[in-house]
Structures are given as structure tokens and as C-alpha cells.
């Protein structure tokens, strides 16, 4: 068989396969360019509306008493009784006994005063007479007013004297009696108790740790920034705590339920930390474990957490709007009535966890874009929605 076949017949095969080609893509349609479709971001906005707003100041502390003290024994001896609220968490009333040593020796002290005191006026008394008989003798011998040492005048000075010391000394016996019964300086609860029937206490010892319950303060942090919002003036030499600041809110979560009360700012700490920069207020809440009328809110326990909402200032032509709205902390963008996105420079004046409160750069009646927008450009083009 020839060759000739065999080489022509490749060369046949791509030629057709070419022509092929060519006719597909001369027939082809031709290709319609359509223009880019930009479509507008949607995008929610607020109507600035200036007012007057309250602006509150918000922090937290912890609740502790008003007064704490260590309850002390004036006295020596064996203690021989303890009141049944004399006990941690304990209630007690101002002048409750809670605790009494035992008086024997005391008592036998005031005896044994009772019978100086006997023999100081008696000495007083027989120089009292002596200083008669020793005056006549003189009027009758003399003329003249006797010298003090004839009229035996140092010797009823030194019994006048001697009469006022065993006076003294019973008035101390009685006192130290007294003081064998450990009194409550005030209306008050037991912190800790540290002593227990049978035990010798000694002056000047420890018995337990109280505080008073008729008044708690919270010490509250708060940056000297925000001091500018509360209606209450820094206190300056000679202060003392009002009863006319701002009321202040109290919130805390105890035993799975949130509860509230009511107090007062009565004071501005006089020193900024130097840690944090803060400085720190403290508010007042009146009878804290009284019972209230609200009968499933708890006390006001010491050492319970709370948050804090301290009543600010009314602060005039204000724009309020979410927090999150600001952007590089003094801008906001604004949906001019092209619906474009433009950057707005604004005075803001205080942002809460919530809340932006605006003071200049934006008119009443303007929109401002509320949604969350992550690559803007000034101009943009946008679609509000409700």
C-alpha cells in the first residue's frame, strides 16, 4: 500500500478542523456591554430632635456602715454573762447590756470608799470646831482677825481636800461598777463576737467588733470628668455632710431577684486616686434593715454589691442618639437629601454604655445613619429604610 495516504490524510483532518473553527466564530453573536449597577446600602437613620435630657451618672461600690467600732472592756475581770444578741449578726438597741463582768470586787471597792468618805467628813467636821474653839481663844486673848495658822485655816483646807479625794475615789468605784456592764454605744449589729462566758478580760480588750445599722454608705468611683453633670457643689474647708444632694438609685441582684432603694449623695471625697484617676462620692441610705413596704426586698446588707444611678443635671438642646452611631469618637454620618452618606464632626458631651448625648454639629431635623457601617466613603450613595 502506498505511503501517500497515510501522510495526507493528518493534514486533511486539521484543515477541516480549522475551517470548522473559523465558521463557529464568525457566527457568534455579538457581546452587549450593560452598565455597572451600583446598588444603595440600606441604611436606618434618626431625626435629630434636640431637648432637654437628665444626665446620669452611673457606677457601682460596695455597701459598708456609717459608724464601725471595736467594743472594749474598761475593766478587769471574769466575764459572767453574755445578752442573746451578742452574737455574730446580732441586733442590739444603744445602751443594751451585752456583756457583763463580774462586779464582786467593784462592789467591795465601794465599801471601802464609802468608809474614807465617813472619815474624811468626820476629820472635816472635828476641824471645823477645833478652827471655833481656836478663834474664841484668839477674840479673847487678841483683837484683831487671828492669822490663818492660829484660825487653823491649813488644816480644814487639807480636810476639805482629803473629803473631795475619798468623794473622787467612790464616784470611780461606782463608774467601774457601772463599767462591768458592757453597754452598745448605739443602735447597732455584731460584726464578730470575740469573748464567751468564763473569760478574763482585761482594760482595754477587745470584746467584739459592731457597727451602727441606722445609716449605710456606699463609696462610689467615678471619673472627674462626670463631675461636671451632678448638681452638687466640691466641698471646700469646713464642709459637713448635706442631706440635700442628688437622690441616687441603687440596683442589686440577691437571692436570684433584683431589688431597689433610694439614698442621697451627702459627700465628695477630698483626694483623686492616684491609681485609676477616680474620685470618689458617697451616698447615704437611711434604715437600711428596716422593714419596707416593698416586704420581699432584702436589707441593705453590708457588703453587698450594687450598681449606681446618680441624678445629674437637666442639660439643654441635647441630640441623643445610640452609641455605637459615633464613629473615631466625634463623628457621626449624616443621609443628606440626596440619600449620601455624609461625615459629620460633633461636640459630643457624655456617652453611657447606651447612649451618645450631642451638643453641636448637627441641626434639628437632620438624619443620621444609625446602622453599623464598615467601609464608607463621603458621598456614598444610600437607601433609608424604616
Known sequence: ????????????????????????????????????????????????????VRLNVYTQGTVSPRTESDL?????????????????????????????????????IITQTRLQVAQAELKLNIEE???KVALQEWQRLNTGPPPPLAAREPQMNEARRSLDAANASLEQAKLNLDRTKIKAPYTGRVRSKLVDVGQIVNPGMTVAKIYSVDEAEIRLPIPDRDLEFLDFPIDFRGWQDRND??????????????????????????????????????????????????SNRPPLTVGMFVHAEIEGKLIDNVIS??????????????????????????????????????????????????????????????????
Open 72 to 108: 472594749v472592756s474598761q475593766v478587769s475581770g471574769q466575764i459572767t454573762e453574755i445578752s442573746p444578741a451578742f452574737a455574730s449578726g446580732g441586733f442590739f438597741d444603744k445602751g443594751d447590756v451585752l456583756v457583763r463582768v463580774d462586779e464582786s470586787d467593784y462592789a467591795l
Open 321 to 386: 442618639i445610640p452609641r455605637y452611631a459615633i464613629r473615631n469618637e466625634n463623628q457621626v454620618l449624616i443621609v443628606d437629601h440626596e440619600s449620601r452618606l455624609r461625615f459629620r464632626d460633633v461636640e459630643v458631651l457624655k456617652m453611657d454604655s447606651e447612649t451618645a448625648y450631642i451638643v453641636s454639629g448637627i441641626s434639628n431635623g437632620e438624619n443620621i445613619c444609625i446602622t453599623p457601617l464598615n467601609a464608607v466613603v463621603d458621598g456614598m450613595l444610600v437607601e433609608v429604610y424604616q
Open 245 to 294: 444632694g442628688p437622690t441616687i438609685i441603687l440596683r442589686a441582684n440577691f437571692a436570684g431577684r433584683d431589688h431597689e432603694w433610694e439614698g442621697i449623695l451627702t459627700r465628695i471625697e477630698g483626694e483623686i486616686d492616684p491609681r485609676s484617676r477616680m474620685i470618689y462620692i458617697v451616698a447615704k441610705v437611711e434604715d437600711p434593715y428596716g422593714k419596707s413596704r416593698n
Open 129 to 131: 470646831q477645833e478652827a
Open 1 to 52: 500500500m502506498s505511503r501517500l495516504p497515510k501522510i495526507v490524510l493528518p493534514f486533511l483532518v486539521l484543515i477541516t478542523g480549522a475551517g470548522i473553527a473559523v465558521v463557529i466564530i464568525n457566527s457568534r453573536p455579538d457581546v452587549v456591554t450593560e452598565p455597572v449597577k451600583i446598588i444603595p446600602k440600606l441604611v436606618k437613620v434618626q431625626k435629630a430632635v434636640k431637648k432637654t
